[in-house]
């Protein structure tokens, strides 16, 4: 006539009426799960009439992915500290976390290292807040660049705002972005716009000549006649 608290069964499961705690207190493993499944299967789940739910309560709350195929140093670890959403690595000792990517209390992502690669799609930047600030490039020991890039070498383009508060246009043979290349267009922080090459008015081709309005050319001589 008492209450049930744990149900054994014939294929050796257990059912728990209540929680199960586990742990001792102890800076070891708690609670062990063992399973061969697959990448289809899982050795946890969870069920739930209403939001699954998972709790981690700690100072540091963290998540370990411990990668065992035998590569060194070569895991991913979730924390929150401060408040602050941390997507970093972690060497096989669990003795040197280094941040990746953060995400703060006020919705913001910063990618600490490496590149942001969209392998399809559009990437679409909006701003519907009281802000006239849409994207930005800041960089602290460089030049701020927007590399616009086409499929192969040859068919890119470099906006560049340097340290002189110059704003230059060029271009390069390059397929992975760089800030370097030939420059083609400068306005300066002077006010004044610098042309490398020919300055045309009155066409869009860049080959037939005569057809402009007007054309400065590179020596200073004004086409056509």
Do not use: C
Not at 80 to 99: C, K, P, R
Not at 129 to 135: F, G, K, P, R
Not at 136 to 158: M, R, Y
Request: net charge negative; charged share 10%.
């Amino acid at each position: 006539g008492g209450t049930t608290a744990l149900t054994l069964d014939s294929s050796q499961n257990a059912t728990f009426a209540g929680s199960v705690t586990a742990g001792d207190g102890s800076n070891v493993e708690q609670l062990v799960v063992n399973g061969t499944g697959n990448a289809s299967g899982a050795a946890l789940r969870v069920n739930d009439t209403n939001a699954v739910t998972i709790g981690m309560y700690a100072p540091s709350p963290t998540l370990m992915f411990y990668e065992t195929d035998g590569s060194a140093d070569e895991n991913i670890m979730l924390r929150v500290s401060d408040g602050v959403l941390q997507f970093g690595t972690q060497n096989d000792a669990i003795t040197s976390f280094s941040s990746k990517t953060t995400f703060d209390q006020s919705g913001n992502w910063t990618l600490a290292t490496g590149d942001l690669t969209l392998s399809a799609g559009d990437l679409s930047v909006s701003n519907n807040v009281n802000s006239n600030t849409i994207a930005s490039v800041i960089a602290s020991n460089a030049h701020g660049t927007l590399f616009l890039g086409a499929s192969g070498s040859g068919k890119d383009t470099h906006i560049v705002y340097g340290n002189g508060r110059d704003l230059k246009f060029s271009y390069s043979a390059s397929a992975t972005a760089t800030a370097t290349g030939t420059e083609a267009l400068r306005l300066g922080g002077n006010g004044v716009a610098y042309f490398a090459g020919d300055l045309r008015i009155g066409t869009t081709s860049a080959t037939s000549h005569g057809a402009e309005s007007l054309r400065i050319q590179g020596d200073g001589s004004l086409a056509p006649q």
